[in-house]
């Protein structure tokens, strides 16, 4: 059974703070991907991985980064948290093993920024 | 780049009724289209999905439907209970790529 944790359910944070989400997950997937979940748009994605170290920019990554160290663990680093960016955030992963390509979602951090 | 449109936003039914979810999308290479469900507080998870090799796929009382001239897919619910109610979430991805993009999302409410 895959699971994919993240390390805050709620997290709030100050204007100008530098925020960390971390995200493990168990299943050695090879890609991995930060969503961004707000009423009426949708998911939308921040960044993903497809190997450790490596990131590509999703569609919105503008104040955000990201780092993939290891293969179980991608971190999304908000460098100066804005009340702009107070929203969910959904880890994700997958493996494209099989031909499946299923993602795999973690329980969310929803993020206030005041 | 790809962009997939979802219809309705919302979609409220009886309990015992049918309901239709409608996603378009752009990019006549996508042919990878999963349907993920996602209940109030917990995180989405895939249901159904299909592939451009086939027109349709069930499972129990799920179905999703594709037209790939019209590039268009549907999910159908029949049946439906309270326990449907949800947000559901369609996406299309394309061969060998593993990054789907997502429709914006339908609320189905289900009343008893």
């Known amino acids: 059974d895959v699971k994919v944790t993240q390390s805050s359910r709620y997290l709030v944070k100050r204007t100008g703070e530098k925020v960390f989400l971390e995200c493990v997950q168990d299943m050695d997937h090879e890609n991995m991907f930060w969503y961004r979940q707000d009423p009426g748009l949708g998911l939308r994605l921040i960044y993903f991985?497809?190997?450790?170290?490596?990131?590509e920019k999703g569609d919105i990554p503008e104040g955000y980064s990201v780092s993939r160290e290891k293969k179980e663990r991608f971190s999304l680093i908000l460098e100066s948290a804005s009340t702009n960016q107070t929203s969910m955030y959904l880890c994700?992963?997958?493996?494209?093993?099989?031909?499946?390509?299923?993602?795999?979602f973690g329980p969310g951090t929803r993020l206030t920024v005041t | 780049g790809e962009n997939v449109e979802q219809h309705p936003s919302t979609l409220s039914v009886q309990e015992g009724d049918s309901a239709v979810i409608k996603c378009t999308y752009s990019?006549?290479?996508?042919?990878?289209f999963p349907w993920y469900k996602q209940e109030l507080g917990k995180r989405p998870q895939l249901i159904i999905d299909i592939r451009s090799n086939v027109g349709e796929k069930k499972d129990q009382r799920i179905a999703v439907t594709l037209n790939k001239t019209a590039k268009h897919f549907s999910l159908h619910i029949t049946e439906t209970q309270p326990e449907d109610s949800a947000v559901y979430f369609c996406?299309?991805?394309?061969?060998?790529?593993?990054?789907?993009?997502f429709g914006r999302g339908t609320s189905l409410i289900v009343h008893p």
């Open positions: 996406a299309a991805s394309k061969g060998g790529s593993y990054i789907p993009t």
């Open positions: 994700a992963s997958s493996t494209g093993t099989g031909g499946t390509y299923e993602q795999y």
């Open positions: 991985s497809y190997d450790v170290k490596m990131k």
């Open positions: 990019d006549s290479a996508s042919n990878y």
